[in-house]
Structure formats: structure tokens, C-alpha cells
């Protein structure tokens, strides 16, 4: 295998052919994917850093990766012998990416990134900065496909389609929505990137990202005809046949050529500048109009019907199952395992369970000063014993047939500390208000983001991210476009959604505790003054009572935690190896 350095004087080679002065890798997919697959991994092969974050660059003499303060330990470790010189994100005095860019490349210099990983939206930001000192930033083409001699292929696992009885829409009644908006839209072409939309729409899974079950594609959608630019040779006889009555299927490489011939001058053409990448850009041509939007299908997608809802339910079932069995049996196995062992066996108990195919993510597991990581991955080698005192922060979830999970519990190992108690208590607290509030039609997830942060606040305390994400049905476990978040985030909550309740607190080199739910919104009623809606809790597994701190909980609190460890308890305990220990776990506080 070649050297690293060796890697970095190949791409300088394409650089220097194409007059560029310094070349951007930022590791990301064609379609923005959370996680990509192993032929997107561009970051890694080119640095030897296996971290999910960084931005790298190449000059003609220097080589530099920005990574944040999470992976610098890391990355230091594993760019160490190399040219790579190691940017800690955010530290003072360490310029971020762009910043360097226009401080080290001459007016009239030239910025390349490749075209299949550049958005739009980055495209124009970036070229804006850059205007000021006078860089041209250019899409260029991919240099690693011809300097990274064995990359891995597109993937083309294949791909199973949905019946409608874990659907709940079909394919065609979800184009004709699409259709619709695109009419009042005044738009002739949709361009869709966006996997998980695209699995969602057609009705289809894949394997082809990890712990994603969706497949490397684009679509172009008309108000007559589509096309769906994927491996053909992923389908069986069946499922082609069943989506080419609804669209022509193409190789994943001719999107751009089929954007060009089909999409004319005077055509209105819709996209989202996040999602849709400068090579499909490019193809359109100077006479299309452009309108741009998040794509209508992430709204659709979000807003689960009741079938789908039904799914998640179902998952939740399981996994409350799962979950129980996991955590009934701790006492049994206590100083055997370490952090990664413990997810392990965690896994096991879900896959035990009907329709579940395995992770919906990578688990996190955190024992003690671990616990303060909040996206700490505890890994086969050098994972905490799981030993004395302490807490774990367990954050894991589970992909079925029929839909996903994602919880947190902070279990207890030995003895609690009063500061342990007390920080549980306080992040329980939040995580209760948010779970019981009602709120009028057209609030989002930033005003009600306050809920499950007042108590920290009270006390001077607080946690760095946000307090929910959306999950997807049979999807993506990250969803949009809701979030809750002190962030400003415009996306009113609405029936449908699935969205996940986690406050936390985090003690550097101490603990952490992390309490996650997930929470579906639902009518509550409608009065003279609107509609409301409220949190229906999916999430079926018991709090860690011996945790509480019963001096800061109202009666209110202990009335909400009653009820949901009785609904706990009822739905579970005929189904769970040891129902004794479910009805200790769960009887009133």
C-alpha cells in the first residue's frame, strides 16, 4: 500500500493540472449523508484519520486537516510520520479552513473542491467569502478517482420494497403529492438528492450507507415522467418491474448527461441548494430557471401516517423488551465487561426480537468520566471496565422491519454520590416537562426547547446540544426538518412527527447523564383558540429510580413517573424473561 505522502503528491499532480493552488477534501457523500459509505470515505484515505469530522487541505507545499476537539488525541495518533499538519477547530488563534484559505492563497488563486461532494448552497457561501480577496473557488472533478487506485465501487446492495402494510401510502399517491407541490410551484422538473427522501418516496430500502437503510441514487421527477438514477442490478425481476411502471431506471452516472438532455432552456427546474451537489448543478442548463426550497418530501416524510406510527410502536415494544432483559440482567454480569462488551450484549437482545436487523446507529456507551463524552463510541479495544462505582450513559437504538428506536437510559453502577443524584434528578426533571407539555399549532421545537433546560439553568448548569432531532420510520434514526433547540429552527411541530427527548449534563472527567425518549405529536384538542398538540411517549423502558433525588421532585413529577413506569409495566410484563424485576423497577415511587 502506498504511503500517505505519497497520496498527497498524486492529488498535487492533478492540482498542478489543473492550475488549482490548493485542493479541499471535506469527507462528505454526493447527498450530504450523515454516514457514507466506504467509497466517500475521501478524508481517510487521504490522511489515514478515521474520524466522522474534519476538513482537509492540500497546497502545493503544505498539507493541513482541521478536526474538532473531540479527535484531536486521534487524530494526532494517526497522522503522526505523515505531511499532515494537525488544526485543533475552534482553539484560539487557529484559523478555520476558509480563513486559512484566504490567508495563504494569492489574489487570482484558485480553490478546488470536488464537484459530486460540493453543495450548492456551500458553493455560493464560499465563493462569497473568497470574492473579497479576490480566489476563484472551482468544482472540480473527483482527483481520487484517479489517484486512489483500489476505491471502492457506488454500492449497489440490494433493495427490498415496502408493502403497504408497513408504508401505509403508495408510491404513486406519494408522486402525485410531490406533482402537486411542484404545479404550485410553477415548476416543471424536481431534482432529488436526498437518500432517505428518496427511500421514503419510492417505498424502497437499501443497505448501502451503515446503519442507513437507503441506497446511492438521484431523481429527477417530472409531471409525466421520472427517472431514478440507481445500479439496476440492485432490483430483483419483481421490484424493477414495479418501480419502471412508475418511472425509468438509469445508472447512477447518467444523472448529469439525462439532466442536460431533458431539462431544457425555459423549463422551471426545483432544488435544494443543501442537498443538490455542483455536478448535477452544472449540467442544468444557463437557461433553466431555478427555485429553490427544502424539498417537499422531507415535510411528507416527517409527518408519519398512522400506519407508519403503528410501526413505530411496534419497535418500541421490542425494544422496550430488549431493554428490560439487557438491564434486568446487569446484576448477574457485574465487573465481567467493558463499555463495548455492554453494547454488544445490548444488540443481542435486539436482534432476539421479530424484524430487527440490527443497529440504528453506533451505540454509545459511557462509563464514568466516559459518561462526560457525549458522543463518546466506545470501541473493541480500550473500552472502560464496567467496575465500582458510576454511572453509564447507554445511548443506542434499533432498526426493524417496521420502524426505528433510539434511547438513553443512565444506568447506576454501585453508589451514587449526592452530585450524581442530583444531576439525574435535574435532567430527569427537563426531560418531564418537555414530555408533558401542550402547545398550540405552529410552535417549533425552539420554543419549546426551554422546557427541559429550566431546571439546569436554575441551577447554573446546561448541556451544548441540541434537545431533539426527528427519526425516521424504517428510515434514517436522524431526521428533519424539526429539531428541538436553542437554536432559531423555523419548522412548526406537527401531527405525525417523531421526535427525540434528550436533555443531559455533562462533568468533564467526572459523569454525564443523558435521558432519551422518542415522542410522537398528536392532537390533544381543539378550543376556541386553536388546536393543540401534545407528546405521545413510544419509548417503553424504566428510569433509573435509584437515581432520583425524591426531595426535588413535585408531586406533578411523581405522578408523571408513576403513570409512564404503570404503562411500562403493562405493556411489557408478559413479554420480558424476569417480570419481578420489571415490577421492582417500575412500581410507584
Known sequence: MESIDTRIAAIRGRMKEDGLDAWIINGTDPHQSEYVCPRWRTREWATGFTGSAGTAIITHDKALLWVDSRYYIQGAEQVAGTSWLLMKQEAPGVPEPNEWLMMNVPPGGIVGISADTLMVGVHRAMEGQFSGKGIRL???????????????????????????????????????????????????????????DIAWLLNLRGRDVEYNPVFLS??????????????????????????????????????????????????????????????????????????????????????????????????????????VNFISSLDAVKNQYNEYELTQLLAAQRLRNPGCLGDSFGPIAGFGPHGALPHYSASSVGSSPIKGNGLLVLDTGGMYEFGMTDVTRTLLFGTPTDEEKKDYTLVLKGHLALARAIFPTGTSGYQLDILARQFLWEQGLTFF?????????????????????????????????????????????????????????????????????KFETLTLCPYERKLIDMTLITDKERAQIDAYHAMVYEKLHALVDDPTWLAEATKPL
Request: proline residues 6%.
Open 138 to 196: 472551482k468544482a472540480t472533478a473527483d482527483y481520487l478517482n484517479e489517484v486512489w487506485g483500489d476505491r471502492p465501487a457506488v454500492p449497489q446492495t440490494p433493495v427490498v420494497e415496502l408493502p403497504l402494510s408497513i408504508s401505509g401510502e403508495s408510491r404513486s399517491s406519494k408522486l402525485a403529492r410531490v406533482r402537486d407541490f411542484m404545479r404550485r410551484q410553477g415548476a416543471s422538473y424536481f431534482l432529488l438528492s436526498s437518500l432517505d
Open 218 to 323: 438521484y431523481m429527477i421527477i417530472g409531471h409525466k415522467e421520472a427517472w431514478l438514477f440507481t445500479s439496476p442490478r440492485r432490483f430483483s425481476p419483481d421490484i424493477l418491474a414495479s418501480v419502471s411502471h412508475d418511472m425509468h431506471v438509469r445508472p447512477y452516472d447518467e444523472a448529469p448527461t439525462v439532466i442536460a438532455d431533458r431539462i431544457a432552456v425555459g423549463d422551471v427546474v426545483f432544488i435544494n441548494p443543501e442537498k443538490t451537489n455542483m455536478l448535477l448543478y452544472q449540467a442544468l442548463a444557463d437557461g433553466v430557471e431555478v427555485r429553490e426550497g427544502r424539498e417537499p418530501t422531507t415535510d411528507f416524510k416527517a409527518a408519519k401516517n398512522e400506519t407508519e406510527l403503528e410501526g413505530m410502536r411496534k419497535s418500541h415494544l421490542y425494544d422496550g423488551v430488549a431493554l
Open 465 to 533: 446540544h441540541g434537545t431533539g432531532h426527528g427519526v425516521g420510520h424504517r428510515l434514517n434514526v436522524h431526521e428533519g426538518p424539526q429539531k428541538i433547540s436553542s437554536k432559531p429552527i423555523a419548522v412548526a411541530m406537527v401531527p405525525g412527527m417523531v421526535t427525540s427527548n434528550e436533555p443531559g449534563i455533562y462533568r468533564e472527567g467526572k459523569h454525564g447523564v443523558r435521558i432519551e425518549n422518542l415522542e410522537a405529536v398528536a392532537v390533544h384538542e381543539t378550543t376556541e383558540f386553536g388546536e393543540f398538540l
